[in-house]
């Protein structure tokens, strides 16, 4: 069975903090994602990878930043976390047009 | 740009028959896809479509026309289970992006 596992569940961190989201699959895809969840506006993509060490911006990369030093694992950095960082992060990896998504990070930033 | 329009809110009765529309604006095409995500959970995939027609998969079925730049995913004999949010999704500009709606909520009453 096909797995994307985050990290954390929960998290709750303080405005300045640089936040790490963590996300393993185990699928061997190439193509992983970071997008956030926020009521009224669907999931917006953050940033996504489509390599080991290669990356691109999505729509809304601001005060992010990721890393994959390995396939199977791809990070999101929250340099400075912000309140208006607050939001569901979903971490996602696909072959072909599916997407299999990890169970969520709900992130509050106090 | 890359865009999808589906409306935000569709209530139906247990055992009714509901249709979710998805229109799109896409540089290129390659295929549109559902997505079900329950209260609290992850996105899940649904359905793909790649060509124009009908795709069925037990009670849910997708519609696409790729000339008219639209598509719907049908829902037949309602269960209370199927309560959940809706997603359409559309490849990006880059390989292996995804660009989604911003969701469907539908509720199923008894």
């Known amino acids: 069975d096909v797995k994307v596992t985050q990290s954390s569940r929960y998290l709750v961190k303080r405005t300045g903090e640089k936040v790490f989201l963590e996300c393993v699959q185990d699928m061997d895809h190439e193509n992983m994602f970071w997008y956030r969840q926020d009521p009224g506006l669907g999931l917006r993509l953050i940033y996504f990878?489509?390599?080991?060490?290669?990356?691109e911006k999505g729509d809304i990369p601001e005060g992010y930043s990721v890393s994959r030093e390995k396939k199977e694992r791809f990070s999101l950095i929250l340099e400075s976390a912000s309140t208006n960082q607050t939001s569901m992060y979903l971490c996602?990896?696909?072959?072909?047009?599916?997407?299999?998504f990890g169970q969520g990070t709900r992130l509050t930033v106090v | 740009g890359q865009s999808l329009e589906q409306p935000s809110e569709v209530t139906a009765v247990e055992g009714a028959i509901v249709q979710i529309n998805c229109t799109y604006q896409?540089?290129?095409?390659?295929?549109l896809s559902w997505y079900q995500q329950h209260d609290g959970g992850a996105p899940t995939f649904l359905s793909y479509n790649g060509l124009d027609g009908l795709e069925e998969t037990g009670r849910f079925s997708s519609f696409l026309s790729r000339s008219d730049s639209y598509g719907y995913l049908l829902l037949q004999e309602l269960q209370m289970k199927d309560s959940a949010s809706y997603f359409c999704a559309v490849p990006g500009r880059s390989q292996g992006n995804l660009i989604f709606g911003k969701g469907t909520k539908l509720s199923v009453k008894p």
């Open positions: 896409t540089s290129g095409f390659y295929g």
């Open positions: 990878s489509y390599d080991v060490k290669m990356k």
């Open positions: 996602a990896s696909t072959l072909g047009g599916e997407a299999f």
